[in-house]
Nanobody
Framework: QVQLVESGGGLVQAGGSLRLSCAASGRTFRWYIMGWFRQAPGKEREFVGAIRSSGGTTSYADSVKARFAISRDNAKNTVYLQMNSLKPEDTAVYYC????????????WGQGTQVTVSS
């Protein structure tokens, strides 16, 4: 079993920055991909970005590209989501998830952390 714990959410003014963390714990595992998703009230959950374990390749949704950046600390089993130039429309609960094998989707999810951007 793998546990994912997000932290770093909060209230920030538009134009500000936040850094979210996702710490993985539990049995020793080798992950393939870790992703960030978000869900705003009344909306479906959407993909924000992801990072692959091998090579650190990242991908982002168009809505956050050039504003958000994902990084990792393999020694700490932690992935970060740096969010800059935040907009009110970025307000959502942010979730991290881990996929253990290519093509198998995401196997474990965190509980989420609230990000609120005021105008």
């Amino acid at each position: 079993q793998v546990q994912l714990v997000e932290s770093g959410g909060g209230l920030v003014q538009a134009g500000g920055s936040l850094r979210l963390s996702c710490a993985a714990s539990g049995r020793t595992f080798r992950w393939y991909i870790m992703g960030w998703f978000r869900q705003a009230p009344g909306k479906e959950r959407e993909f924000v970005g992801a990072i692959r374990s091998s090579g650190g390749t990242t991908s982002y949704a168009d809505s956050v590209k050039a504003r958000f950046a994902i990084s990792r600390d393999n020694a700490k089993n932690t992935v970060y989501l740096q969010m800059n130039s935040l907009k009110p429309e970025d307000t959502a609960v942010y979730y991290c998830a881990v996929g253990l094998r290519a093509g198998a989707g995401y196997n474990y999810w965190g509980q989420g952390t609230q990000v609120t951007v005021s105008s």
